[in-house]
């Protein structure tokens, strides 16, 4: 999962404050957070993060660059992605179904014409529905291309199976009836906006950093 490590020089401090009107959630903000940073190719972005989806950070870093040996460590086109023969890319440590998620990406991206500045324009919940479309692209692997490479501020991920558990762990939460608990979750989140992103991310830090009792 991308982290941004605290640091004493970051973006304003509204979203501390703000955030900080939730106690409990209050317990766990250490500090202000790096800037979530608006990044170049998008659309490689999120193949990368098909490759890593259920792969740990280390194995996942080492297809990558070995992705990236085939292209000459450039970042490649979506034409010589798709230009790619699937047993090259099962060749790097890809499933099959990887690998054809990951020309479907190459492909839409060819047939839409698809660039960095198309999805800047549109909003969270355009640039899901939007691609989503692609089999093998779902909404957590946009909602994490949201945050960490469109840079935006106000992203809550539901489904995610970190956050799940640090809200239970700190909001004491009941998981018995499925529809209750994610009521209880939106209630919760939508008081965070507009900076849930941020929220994610001290939820996730204080996760990692705090031992299973």
């Known amino acids: 999962m991308p982290r941004s490590k605290s640091t004493p020089e970051a973006v304003p401090l509204h979203y501390v404050a703000h955030l900080s009107k939730d106690k409990k959630l209050q317990k766990i903000i250490s500090g202000p957070l790096t800037e979530l940073a608006i990044r170049k190719n998008i659309c490689l972005k999120l193949i990368g ?17 070995r992705f990236l040996d085939l292209y000459g460590r450039r970042e490649p086109t979506a034409q010589q992605i798709l230009d790619t023969s699937p047993l090259t890319l099962r060749g790097i440590g890809l ?15 060819i047939a839409e014409k698809l660039t960095d500045s198309k999805l800047k324009k549109m909003d969270n919940e355009e640039v899901i529905a939007y691609l989503t479309q692609i089999k093998g692209v779902g909404r957590w692997t946009v909602e994490m291309l949201l945050m960490f490479h469109l840079g935006r501020n106000d992203v809550f991920a539901m489904d995610d199976w970190g956050l799940q558990q640090a809200m239970i762990k700190l909001y004491k939460l009941d998981t018995e009836d499925k529809k209750v608990f994610r009521d209880q979750l939106r209630r919760i989140t939508e008081k965070w906006s507009p900076y849930r992103s941020h929220a994610c991310r001290y939820l996730w830090s204080w996760k990692d950093n705090t031992p299973d009792k």
């Open 49 to 65: 993060s098909i490759m890593s989806q259920q792969l740990s950070t280390k194995v996942a870093d080492v297809i990558y660059s």
């Open 95 to 109: 499933s099959n179904a990887k690998v054809t998620y990951v020309q479907n990406v190459a492909a839409f991206v």
